[in-house]
């Protein structure tokens, strides 16, 4: 036998004597008043809560593409120098060295640019020496592309950083 009982107007009813109907039009109750509730504090938070997005994004947008280009081309500069050196040649290890001292200064320059850090004029000055001396070396072994190219990218962050921040 079933545990279910019509009702007059031939609903099912469950046990407690509350209709599959009845049950339905209640779950669908809460749910609008869950939904204007939320849309509720949605419009009240949309009103306390004013915030300025434009400064979420880096103001430097020149010297953050001149670092991170950089950050690049030193990156394949040492892979190059470390292919060398597997092969015996030493010739790239001052080359690799400057340009690992790069990497380092424009990886945390890089952060602090992309933050609008209040530091970015100070360190813009190490960062500037840095990638300058690692030009200089890559120069000197320009027939590589690999070091030409960082040399021409230190140039480009030397260039992003006199027009930006000097």
């Known amino acids: 036998m ?19 109907r009845d049950m339905l039009l209640g779950m669908g109750a809460v749910a609008t008043m869950a939904y204007a509730g939320s849309a509720v504090a949605a419009e ?4 306390v809560h004013v915030h300025d997005h434009s400064k979420h994004a880096t103001q430097l947008t020149d010297l953050m593409d001149a670092v991170n280009a950089c950050n690049d081309k030193g990156r394949r500069c040492i892979s190059h120098c470390m292919v060398s050196f597997t092969e015996g040649d030493m010739e790239l290890a001052e080359c690799a060295s400057k340009a690992q001292e ?12 992309a933050s609008n850090s209040s530091y970015i004029k100070d360190y813009a000055q190490v960062c500037e ?38």
């Open 2 to 20: 079933s545990k279910q009982a019509q009702t007059p107007d031939n609903q099912l009813e469950a046990p407690g004597g509350i209709s599959r």
């Open 44 to 47: 009240s938070n949309e009103h």
């Open 102 to 113: 790069m990497l380092s200064v424009c990886g945390g320059f890089a952060y602090l640019v």
């Open 129 to 166: 020496k840095v990638c300058s001396d690692c030009a200089k070396e890559c120069r000197k072994h320009d027939k590589h592309i690999e070091c030409d190219a960082c040399a021409k990218a230190c140039d480009d962050v030397v260039d992003a950083i006199k027009l930006s921040v000097g």
